[in-house]
């Protein structure tokens, strides 16, 4: 049981859909609230797929390339850190997505990269290999789960605590994340 809180609260932290309410919220402005509730349901469904599929057939393709998993924790973790580096000082390291007005397309913009980005890729692959994928799945479920009902209550989270409130909390999920990027980087190096 502390394994799969464990993996829920680091894909919760890499996946951080609170960075995602102000993306979510432009790109179905025009929306109802039924199609905003839609949009919320196929984004986080779309982030679990991929995650769920990342994390059953990465270790595969880590053997197929002949990659230890070490070798993955050391790199995921330093790729994590970045990330980590990236939401505390709000420092852009990637191209901007452009704005697409279909919501076929904010949905996978909002799915895929925003909650699950490679980031989150890269820790369900790590998690998968300390505590097992059951657990890591189940664990997956659960933070898109998470992150359907904070899309779905993009708007009174938004109004309630800001911009500002938004930029706090994903600059102390960024400390988060950089935290558990060490350990991953620790555990790599067998430390």
């Given at each position: 049981?502390?394994?799969?809180?464990?993996a829920?609260i680091?894909?919760?932290?890499?996946?951080d859909?609170?960075?995602?309410?102000?993306?979510?919220?432009?790109?179905?402005?025009?929306m109802?609230?039924?199609?905003?509730?839609?949009?919320?349901m196929?984004?986080?469904?779309?982030?679990?797929?991929?995650?769920?599929?990342?994390?059953?057939?990465?270790p595969?393709?880590?053997?197929?390339?002949?990659?230890?998993?070490?070798?993955?924790?050391i790199?995921?973790?330093?790729?994590?850190?970045?990330m980590g580096?990236?939401?505390?000082?709000?420092l852009?390291?990637?191209?901007?997505?452009?704005?697409?007005?279909?919501?076929?397309?904010a949905?996978v913009?909002?799915?895929v990269p925003?909650?699950?980005?490679p980031?989150?890729?890269?820790?369900?692959?790590?998690?998968?290999?300390?505590?097992g994928?059951?657990?890591v799945?189940?664990?997956?479920i659960?933070?898109?789960?998470?992150?359907?009902?904070i899309l779905?209550l993009?708007?009174?989270?938004?109004?309630i605590?800001?911009?500002?409130?938004?930029?706090i909390?994903?600059?102390?999920?960024g400390i988060?994340?950089?935290?558990?990027?060490?350990?991953?980087?620790?555990a790599?190096?067998?430390?």
């Open positions: 049981m502390q394994h799969l809180i464990e829920i680091a894909l919760f932290i890499i996946t859909p609170f960075s995602s309410i102000p993306a979510f919220l432009s790109l179905t402005a025009k109802t609230n039924q199609e905003r509730t839609n949009a919320a196929t984004a986080s469904f779309v982030a679990g797929g991929v995650l769920v599929g990342f994390t059953l057939l990465g595969a393709l880590l053997s197929i390339l002949g990659i230890q998993l070490r070798s993955f924790q790199a995921g973790g330093i790729l994590l850190l970045l580096v990236q939401f505390s000082f709000g852009h390291f990637e191209r901007e997505e452009t704005k697409k007005k279909k919501m076929e397309a949905v913009l909002i799915g925003l909650i699950c980005g980031g989150a890729m890269t820790t369900a692959l790590l998690l998968s290999g300390s505590f994928v059951p657990t799945l189940l664990a997956a659960s933070a898109t789960v998470i992150a359907y009902f779905r993009a708007n009174p989270i938004h109004s605590i800001g911009p500002r409130g938004l930029d909390t994903s600059r102390l999920i988060l994340l950089a935290a558990i990027a060490v350990e991953f980087i620790l790599g190096l067998g430390i």
